[in-house]
């Protein structure tokens, strides 16, 4: 199972054997939104706050993957879940509602992946037969709690992201039909000094590295065993840095198989300067675009490295710099 | 591995080849101070923030136990650890110090024994030979998060409790001398509409019964089959509460091997109302005073459930009721 330091290998191959995203407004003018399961005109989704919105998107992910499976919540062991809220409330809240066994994470963005890394565990080594994980933001909830309240108009640098308004879940399984998962890598927390809070991508880029780099070290494959290699949320300007990077070290990547799910969601027209970002910017792409890429046959293996930036709005009032992770989860078809 | 619904059964029986309680002057002061590797008098541990000092308390519990097996940290695969901080910061700025690939987890206080029955899964099905997982919090820190900056001097209600200043970890191992863990039961999210944050206790009373009642359903066992069922930080007033209602269901816990974290962290005489709580309180108590006594051959057989309060101060100030959950984790000797 463990190859190298730190790369799982499921021997099982566990199944996506369904997955759902779910966006916004603004999802819904990106460049993807024909993958998106549903689309909601309201970012309040009739809610009385936008966390409890978020909350929404998440149980509807969740729930959307387990009907396109036919199957029931009961039928579903353990729920594994993150998000960028304190405390990961809308987590913990979407778990009571489905009432599945829960496995609250945190990562920061790279809680998808963490969470596709963990339930692919719990089902090659039978500690399940199914397991549904999600991961969710919300940008307005996000703006008011790591930056300013959108309300106060405030102007943000180019090298600022716009964090996505949605969710994405997947439903893994030990038999089935579907994208399989083969491999996790977990990563470890890389600080390169940057404490800019406008400026996550490059924060964050090291850390991708770091992480794709263990990965072809652990499996000795090279980047061309991938028809795709796609990044969280580094953006335009984080995952420039990482390519410059990856090829210093001597692992260039292809331009043509390697972005970045901040780069893909998007239009170009809309003002999301550097890029999209949030636990639902590499959640609803992995589980809404490219998976049905895969069901459609245009893509057989793809390595998705979810990107997290671990700091908290004290962290940062107390000048610390951001810490980083990046988790990479292979996807075979 | 998966045993009824919601337990696994680890078949290979991991480890626990060390483990480490560090804490402040008010746990010094308490019932179990000498199962405390160290207790730091000056409660900034001569940081600048109190978040500072409880990353510092963690990395210390952790590189304690690493210490105790003479290992080094390059020889552990994976940090799994989590704390009461918004975005879990202490445990991802401790990973940053410790250098170990990293998995982030939240569970609120039963984070202890999320972390345990994760690092057990991993050494069980191989995808690790050792694996550390803490736990942290600190009193100034959290009553700053969650309630009032203590010089504020709000009073508090019977009901309210004491987070302690401390971490605790485990190093869990594939093979070694040392307690072993040998199931874990993951707790489903249960709210009974308790919104008070000063009264912790009774809200996370019923998640612990409903743990407790799905580990021996998923079993097949009894509480005898134990020497000391303890849980998290329910302290006086949720334990009582745990007590009667499993009573209720049919399923009695003699009294004598019924505890909690939460009443044998301090003395009576300490001021601490109904108890202690936070993410160390089960960490502590587990990793030093339990598994001392374990290895002195005084208990044999232990289940350790800890209690999480899933809120946030968001998630109060939003009228949200608090949604609970419960881990079981069961180490014999």
Redesign the interface.
């Known amino acids: ?2 190859k190298g ?2 790369t ?1 290998v499921f021997e099982s191959k566990p199944v996506i054997i369904a997955s759902a995203a779910v966006g916004c407004a603004f999802e819904a003018q990106g460049a993807i939104a024909e993958d998106f399961d549903c689309l909601h005109e309201d970012i309040w989704l009739g809610q ?2 936008f ?2 919105a978020e909350k929404k998107l998440l149980e509807e992910a969740c729930e959307t993957a387990i009907n396109k499976a036919k199957m029931k919540k009961e039928d579903v ?2 729920f594994i879940s ?1 998000d ?6 809308s987590s ?2 979407a ?2 509602t489905l ?10 963005c790279s809680s998808s992946m ?1 969470g596709l890394a ?1 339930a692919s ?2 089902v ?6 199914y397991v549904v994980t999600g991961a969710s933001s919300h940008n307005v909830a996000a703006e008011k709690q790591f930056r300013y309240p959108t309300e106060y108009g405030g102007q943000k640098p180019p090298t600022a992201q716009w964090t996505v308004t949605g969710a994405g879940a997947a439903l893994v399984a030990q038999n089935g039909k579907g994208p399989r998962v083969t491999s996790a890598t ?6 390169m000094g940057i404490s800019d809070p406008f400026n996550m991508g490059s924060a964050m880029a090291p850390a991708a590295v770091d992480t794709i780099e263990a990965h072809f070290r652990d499996l000795g494959i090279n980047p061309s065993y991938y028809d795709l290699i796609a990044t969280g949320d580094l953006a335009s300007v984080g995952h420039k840095i990482a390519g410059d990077l990856l090829a210093k070290h001597g692992l260039e990547i292809p331009r043509e198989i390697f972005t970045d799910c901040g780069l893909l969601i998007y239009k170009k027209d809309q003002p999301v300067m550097a890029g999209g970002s949030g636990c639902a910017c590499s959640a609803t792409v992995t589980y809404g675009h490219f998976l049905n890429r895969m069901r459609k046959g245009e893509l057989k293996r793809i390595l998705v490295v979810a990107t997290g930036a ?6 940062y009032q ?1 000048k ?1 710099s951001i ?1 980083c ?1 990046a988790h990479a989860v292979s996807i075979e078809i």
Chains 1, 2 share one sequence.
């Open positions: 199972m463990l330091h730190q799982w009385e706050s966390e409890k062991q353990f993150g960028l809220m304190n405390q990961i409330t913990s809240f778990a009571r009432g599945i066994p829960f496995l609250g994470i945190f990562g920061a963490e963990l565990l719990l090659d080594s039978k500690a399940a037969e977990i990563g470890r927390v890389v600080d671990l700091l908290s709005p004290l962290s107390q610390e810490p992770i």
